[in-house]
């Protein structure tokens, strides 16, 4: 792990209810900062729930309550003089299933966020298309039809849209959840060196069923089980020698 | 008539099916035959009118029917004015209503208001006739006089095209608020996510992620608010003042298409007069058909497709 680096997100007791149910609990764990950190866990253990709490995103959601804190360069993105528009704009994310804006072109996709930051350079905006879109391995295909709507694209060209989309306004935290789960092999390989290549810039917190995904591309590995952070480490030292004999069944494929 | 009715298991299945089959038919030839048979009567009185009067009869102003002059240029022309004018009133309203019921009330608050909204839609024309006799003219009668004496108008009477537009906004925007409400709700919760995702405030949410999104069905709900207004007689009729020539201004006396046919139909006396009504109903019909098949092209083109 890169102990050098300074800590950028530092997450104190967070839990997430959905009602009276509790989703996550008592999550204690921290991501340095230019770095790629990996969530795994079997399907339902709360990691879309924990990522989604990081941006604010639960409060969209009624009855959705999330307690502890979130320290984002030592502020509470809780606190109560936060504007969560602000935490959003700085903390960006790439949704589980594909969600581009379907009436609008590509080219209106990808700077959708720079526009509403208020972008209006021409030039400026024409760059960011082509570098984000670049960046998400979808330019090749798509550079002769910006005009084109965001829908008339197929699956995993609509993640590699929402990608861009996320990489436009070039957020300090970027938060994927299962970004590779719809793409081929190809594109996956290229998302890959993407978030290898963007650690320069930002701190990468990526949700992955795909084990060998997680060992390759990660520097921590966060393994949640039913709501509850079991281990959290250097991903070598979680795949190679991980502490709790749960996260070990969860690794070697014996569960989950 | 039980044995018409075909039984399970009596005789065999085939020959049920035949005469279910031939039931259908029958049923649906009777409403094929009607639709066809009004159809033929429109266009045969239409005809006659048009063959008396030529273009004249849509482009021509002059109705006089004690002299035998059916001309019917100002009526098409006031429903054109009523149903625009009482769009350009409705839609903003009525889209206002439904973002509140929709994305900003509590549900506390947003089920009452979208039944009552419902509630106002269900109400007969009869009755919006009467309240805009007895409210809505009087209400805005002082700022009918007051506008008309600072453009220089001559005095408004209260019934007239202003009372109208007005009158028919009040009745479409019940619809109109009520199907956008219903689209807005559909707009999938992940397109306002990606939105918000990116650093958007609610009212950008709602102009970035949800209006796009919802702005097929908001306008059929439009457009069926306008075939309303285009339609709409009987509460017109009570407050459009009925007189048979081109308004002079907003405020001034005029008629509609319907309104025209109702208000004269019982003293229609000659042939001329009778079928002269029928042609102008059949106008009616032919702009209510255009406008339905142009709001179905739009509505293809606008509608968001094939995310996955
Ligand atoms: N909106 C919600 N309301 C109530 N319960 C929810 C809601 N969203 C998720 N849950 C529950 O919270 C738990 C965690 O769900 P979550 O989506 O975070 O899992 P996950 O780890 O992302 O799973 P997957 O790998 O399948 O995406 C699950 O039991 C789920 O049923
Ligand atoms: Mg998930």
Redesign the pocket.
């Known amino acids: 792990m890169n102990t050098d680096r300074p800590i950028r997100l530092q997450t104190e007791n967070v839990g997430v209810f959905?009602?009276s149910?509790d989703?996550?609990r008592n999550v204690n764990v921290s991501f340095r900062s230019n770095t790629v950190n990996a969530l795994i866990?079997?399907?339902?253990?709360?990691?879309?729930?924990?990522l989604r709490a990081i941006n604010r995103m639960h409060e969209l959601?009624p009855n959705?309550r999330v307690t502890g804190k979130i320290m984002l360069d030592g502020q509470d993105v809780y606190g109560s003089d936060v504007d969560p528009v602000d935490v959003r704009r700085r903390i960006g994310m790439v949704f589980?299933k594909p969600n581009p804006f379907p009436t609008m072109s590509i080219y209106d996709n990808v700077v959708a966020g720079l526009r509403l930051a208020g972008e209006k350079s021409k030039v400026k905006l024409d760059e960011t298309v082509e570098r984000s879109l670049r960046g998400a391995a979808l330019w090749d295909e798509v550079k002769d039809r910006l005009k084109a709507v965001g829908s008339s694209l197929s699956g995993g060209q609509q993640q590699r849209l929402c990608i861009a989309r996320a990489l436009a306004v070039e957020p300090e935290i970027l938060l994927m959840?299962?970004p590779t789960s719809a793409l081929d092999p190809q594109s996956t390989q290229r998302i890959e060196d993407l978030m290898e290549s963007l650690k320069q810039q930002t701190t990468i917190i990526i949700?992955t069923?795909n084990m060998q995904q997680a060992s390759r591309v990660s520097d921590t590995t966060s393994f949640?089980l039913i709501?509850d952070l079991v281990e959290h480490g250097a991903t070598e030292a979680v795949f190679q020698t991980p502490k709790d004999e749960r996260t070990e069944a969860y690794i070697t494929g014996r569960f989950g | 008539m039980k044995a018409t009715i075909p039984q399970p298991r009596r005789g065999s299945g085939s020959r049920a099916d035949a005469r279910f089959q031939a039931v259908i038919v029958a049923l649906a030839s009777i409403v094929l035959v009607t639709a066809l048979a009004y159809s033929v009567v429109l266009l045969l009185n239409g005809a006659s009118a048009f063959g008396r009067e030529g273009l004249g009869f849509v482009f021509g102003s002059n109705w006089d029917p004690a002299n035998g002059h059916f001309q019917a240029f100002p009526f098409i022309a006031g429903t054109f004015f009523t149903a625009i004018g009482a769009l350009v009133i409705a839609v903003p309203l009525a889209l206002a209503a439904s973002l509140f019921i929709a994305e900003y009330a509590p549900d506390w608050l947003a089920n009452p208001v979208a039944y009552l909204i419902e509630l106002l839609a269900a109400i007969p024309s009869v009755v919006y006739g009467l309240w805009g006799i007895f409210v809505l003219i009087p209400a805005t009668l002082p700022f009918q006089k007051w506008l008309a004496s600072s453009l220089g108008w001559s005095a408004p009477i209260g019934p007239g095209l202003f009372s109208a537009m007005l009158l028919l906004a009040v009745m479409i925007i019940p619809f109109i608020a009520a199907i956008s409400r219903d689209v807005i709700k559909l707009v999938p919760n992940d397109q306002r996510e990606a939105a918000f995702a990116l650093g958007a405030t609610k009212w950008e949410v709602i102009r970035y992620a949800v209006l796009p999104y919802a702005r097929a069905g908001i306008l059929g709900g439009v457009i069926l608010g306008l075939g309303r207004a285009i339609g709409e007689t009987l509460a017109v009729t009570m407050v459009i003042g009925n007189a048979n020539r081109f308004p002079q201004n907003l405020l001034s006396p005029t008629a509609t298409m319907s309104s025209i046919i109702a208000s004269n139909f019982g003293e229609a006396s000659s042939p001329e007069f009778v079928s002269s009504l029928i042609g102008i109903g059949f106008v009616l019909l032919v702009v209510a058909l255009v406008v339905n098949f142009l709001a179905r092209i739009v509505i293809a083109r606008l509608t968001p497709q094939g995310t996955v």
């Open positions: 959905y009602g149910k989703a996550v866990g079997p399907s339902g253990c709360g990691k879309t729930t924990f959601t959705t589980q959840d299962e949700v069923h949640f709501g």
